[in-house]
C-alpha cells in the first residue's frame, strides 16, 4: 500500500453502529464505524479505519485530528449524511465549530496549515513523506517531512514564533532552592560571636 502522499489528519469522527461506511484505503473497504479518520491526501478527502491510518502515519498515535482534537467526535444523522454525501461540506462545518471554540494559539496553528496544505518551514534533515505528528509544546497535531524525532520535541511554526518553552517532563523533580548547609563548626563560630555581641551590649549598659 502506498501512502507516500501529503497526509492531513482532519477529524475522527463516530458513526451509529448500524450506519457503517468503507474504508477508503485502496486494499482494504472495510466497514466501520468507530474512531472514522477523515484525512486529506495530496488534496483529497479520504475515510479511513484506525488501522489504515496507523500504516500511512507512525508518529501520531490514531484518534487525533486538527478539528477534533485527541477525542472523538459522534456525528449527527444530518452529519452523517454530509460524511458520505459531501465531506468537505462536513469539514467545513467542523473547521468552523473548531474556530468559535479553539484558543487563538490553536486557531492560528489551524490556520497555517491549511493555508499551506503543510505546516511549517521544514529542519535541515529531511526526505521522508510529509506526515502528521503532535507538536510537544502546544499538543496540537502539525505536519513535517522530518524523518527523525529532534531531541527536544517537534515544534509548530506558531510556537517557534511565539517562543514557547517546552512543557515540564513527566517525573521531573521540582528545583528546591539550597539552604546553606550548618556544621557544628559554623553553629560554634555564630554562638560564639552572639556571645560576644551579648557581652558588649551589657557592658554598655554599665
Same mark, same amino acid.
Given at each position: 500500500?502506498?501512502?507516500?502522499?501529503? !497526509?492531513?489528519?482532519?477529524?475522527?469522527?463516530?458513526?451509529?453502529?448500524?450506519?457503517?461506511?468503507?474504508?477508503?484505503?485502496?486494499?482494504?473497504?472495510?466497514?466501520?464505524?468507530?474512531?472514522?479518520?477523515?484525512?486529506? !491526501?495530496?488534496?483529497?478527502?479520504?475515510?479511513?479505519?484506525?488501522?489504515?491510518?496507523?500504516?500511512?502515519?507512525?508518529?501520531?498515535?490514531?484518534?487525533?485530528?486538527?478539528?477534533?482534537?485527541?477525542?472523538?467526535?459522534?456525528?449527527?444523522?444530518?452529519?452523517?449524511?454530509?460524511? !458520505?454525501?459531501?465531506?468537505?461540506?462536513? !469539514?467545513?462545518?467542523?473547521?468552523?465549530?473548531?474556530?468559535?471554540?479553539?484558543?487563538?494559539?490553536?486557531?492560528?496553528?489551524?490556520?497555517?496549515?491549511?493555508?499551506?496544505?503543510?505546516?511549517?518551514?521544514?529542519?535541515?534533515?529531511?526526505?521522508?513523506?510529509?506526515?502528521?505528528?503532535?507538536?510537544?509544546?502546544?499538543?496540537?497535531?502539525?505536519?513535517?517531512?522530518?524523518?527523525?524525532?529532534?531531541?527536544?520535541?517537534?515544534?509548530?511554526?506558531?510556537?517557534?514564533?511565539?517562543?514557547?518553552?517546552?512543557?515540564?517532563?513527566?517525573?521531573?523533580?521540582?528545583?528546591?532552592?539550597?539552604?546553606?548547609?550548618?556544621?557544628?563548626?559554623?553553629?560554634?563560630?555564630?554562638?560564639?560571636?552572639?556571645?560576644?555581641?551579648?557581652?558588649?551590649?551589657?557592658?554598655?549598659?554599665?
Amino acid at each position: 500500500m502506498d501512502y507516500m502522499h501529503k !497526509i492531513v489528519s482532519l477529524a475522527v469522527v463516530e458513526l451509529p453502529t448500524n450506519h457503517k461506511v468503507r474504508c477508503q484505503a485502496p486494499e482494504c473497504l472495510k466497514p466501520i464505524w468507530k474512531a472514522v479518520h477523515v484525512v486529506r !491526501i495530496e488534496g483529497t478527502l479520504q475515510v479511513l479505519g484506525s488501522s489504515c491510518f496507523k500504516k500511512l502515519n507512525h508518529d501520531l498515535p490514531p484518534g487525533v485530528g486538527l478539528y477534533t482534537g485527541s477525542s472523538v467526535r459522534k456525528l449527527t444523522e444530518e452529519e452523517r449524511q454530509l460524511l !458520505i454525501a459531501n465531506t468537505e461540506t462536513l !469539514i467545513q462545518k467542523l473547521e468552523q465549530e473548531f474556530q468559535e471554540a479553539a484558543s487563538p494559539l490553536q486557531a492560528d496553528v489551524v490556520e497555517r496549515q491549511i493555508a499551506a496544505d503543510i505546516q511549517p518551514p521544514v529542519a535541515k534533515r529531511t526526505g521522508g513523506p510529509p506526515r502528521t505528528v503532535k507538536c510537544f509544546y502546544c499538543k496540537h497535531p502539525m505536519v513535517t517531512e522530518l524523518t527523525h524525532t529532534p531531541g527536544m520535541g517537534f515544534k509548530c511554526a506558531t510556537c517557534k514564533k511565539n517562543k514557547v518553552p517546552p512543557p515540564p517532563r513527566p517525573g521531573t523533580p521540582r528545583r528546591v532552592p539550597t539552604r546553606p548547609i550548618s556544621t557544628p563548626k559554623a553553629a560554634k563560630q555564630l554562638a560564639k560571636e552572639k556571645t560576644a555581641e551579648d557581652y558588649r551590649k551589657a557592658k554598655g549598659k554599665e
